[in-house]
């Protein structure tokens, strides 16, 4: 499968292309920064430009955004935008425990994390809200992967997918990599957003 990137510079994106590469896809990276990784092509690319995105996205069978919304490059709903006419495209984007959904029914202590990010990062968070949003309404086969908090930690097998609430609050990145990676060939994940954590021990 031809898989383009976005976001694949960062601790996350670079350990989705590898597992990429483990699994024998065809990966091209996009963004700003060359990642430099040997044996991957990348294309510089605005991700303002929805005509740009767009044209670059209509070659590849798949697409993984790792991109991290921050405050100053609220990107994530604007790459949403700029793909939510492609038909022909499968796109897994990692959004965050703290993006609420239809479905959800969330213990205290994820809600209250929901309420600091609120309050911490309104704008960031609201990009996420907004992506998803947008997603829903999009031509799109999408994933929206719902994360907690994210750790360096060896990876494991031990990983749970709950459409109500977290497993847990924690997820090792190398786990979620894995998860993505193998999303593209899920199809029963397809227009969902399933939140991804370690399993209760």
């Known amino acids: 499968m031809k898989v383009l990137v976005f976001g694949g510079t960062g601790r996350t994106g670079g350990l989705i292309v590898e597992q990429l590469l483990v ?7 996009a963004g700003r920064r060359d990642p430099n ?3 991957v092509p990348f294309l510089e690319t605005d991700l303002f430009d929805k005509d740009a995105v767009q044209h670059l996205a209509s070659g590849f069978d798949a697409s993984i ?10 990107v994530c709903a604007q790459l949403a935008e700029a793909l939510r006419n492609t038909t022909d495209l499968r796109f897994i984007t990692i959004g ?29 968070l609201q990009d996420r809200q907004t992506e998803l949003a ?14 907690g908090r994210l750790t360096d930690k060896a990876g494991g ?9 977290p497993a847990t609050s924690a997820i090792a990145r190398a786990d979620l990599a894995k998860v993505a990676v193998n999303t ?6 397809v227009n969902k957003a399933p939140f991804v954590a370690e399993k209760k021990k």
């Open 23 to 29: 699994a024998g896809h065809e990966v091209t990276v």
């Open 37 to 39: 990784i040997t044996g």
């Open 65 to 74: 955004s790792a991109l991290a919304s921050a405050k100053g490059n609220l």
């Open 96 to 124: 965050g425990a703290g993006v609420d959904d239809l479905g959800d029914d969330k213990g205290f202590a994820d809600k209250a994390v929901g309420w600091v990010m609120r309050r911490i990062v309104p704008e960031m």
């Open 134 to 147: 947008i997603l829903k309404k999009s031509a799109l086969r999408w994933t929206m992967l719902r994360p």
């Open 157 to 165: 097998d031990t990983i749970s997918l709950t459409y109500d609430r």
């Open 184 to 189: 593209l060939t899920d199809d029963l994940l």
